[in-house]
T-cell receptor, first 114, second 114 residues
Framework: DVKVTQSSRYLVKRTGEKVFLECVQD?????MFWYRQDPGLGLRLIYF???????EKGDIPEGYSVSREKKERFSLILESASTNQTSMYLC?????????????FGEGSRLTVL | AQSVTQLDSQVPVFEEAPVELRCNYS??????LFWYVQYPNQGLQLLLK??????LVKGINGFEAEFNKSQTSFHLRKPSVHISDTAEYFC????????????FGDGTTLTVKP
């Protein structure tokens, strides 16, 4: 069964802390994505990567960075967490080999910044 | 640029009644269309997709959607809903030119009442 695994389901951090959200996929997908989900705003793309060591900004990259050192792993980094980054973070992957845009999602990481 | 509009933010319906969740999109190129479902505290999972061919697409759990190119719509329907269909539903669009990126609507919360 195909799988996208996010390392933490729930995190509580303090303002100014550095936060790492990890995502691993076992489908050998080229593309990986980080979305942020807030009530009434749908899913907003933070960053995506279409290859190892490659990254592209999405619609709301400010305050975030990413790392993709291996094909299966895509990390989201909050250098200095702020309260307005309290949200649900969703990782997804896809392959251009079959259906462009068909995404496979992890369970989500709910981050609270105090 | 692409955009997706889900016309209803909340849809309450009684069990065994039919339901339609509406989705309109805009794009300057040919698109792929998706509906995803998100149950509470979970990630998104694919419900159905339109790539090409027949405009009526069948998905999991008895859902179907109809692609209407002239009206740029992709409405989701189910003839008889169950309590277990209570969830948030997202419409999304992508195309071959954007490395598999998807644009999401804001979501529709379907609440099925007994």
């Amino acid at each position: 069964d195909v799988k996208v695994t996010q390392s933490s389901r729930y995190l509580v951090k303090r303002t100014g802390e550095k936060v790492f959200l990890e995502c691993v996929q076992d489908m050998d997908h080229e593309n990986m994505f980080w979305y942020r989900q807030d009530p009434g705003l749908g899913l907003r793309l933070i960053y995506f990567s279409y290859d190892v060591k490659m990254k592209e900004k999405g619609d709301i990259p400010e305050g975030y960075s990413v790392s993709r050192e291996k094909k299966e792993r895509f990390s989201l980094i909050l250098e200095s967490a702020s309260t307005n980054q309290t949200s649900m973070y969703l990782c997804a992957s896809s392959t251009t080999g079959t259906t462009p845009g068909e995404l496979f999602f992890g369970e989500g990481s709910r981050l609270t910044v105090l | 640029a692409q955009s997706v509009t889900q016309l209803d933010s909340q849809v309450p319906v009684f069990e065994e009644a039919p339901v339609e969740l509406r989705c309109n999109y805009s794009s300057s190129v040919s698109v792929y269309l998706f509906w995803y479902v998100q149950y509470p505290n979970q990630g998104l999972q694919l419900l159905l997709k339109y790539l090409s061919g027949s405009t009526l697409v069948k998905g999991i759990n008895g859902f179907e959607a109809e692609f209407n190119k002239s009206q740029t719509s992709f409405h989701l329907r189910k003839p008889s809903v169950h309590i277990s269909d209570t969830a948030e539903y997202f419409c999304a669009v992508s195309d071959r030119t954007n490395a598999g990126k998807s644009t999401f609507g804001d979501g529709t919360t379907l609440t099925v009442k007994p």
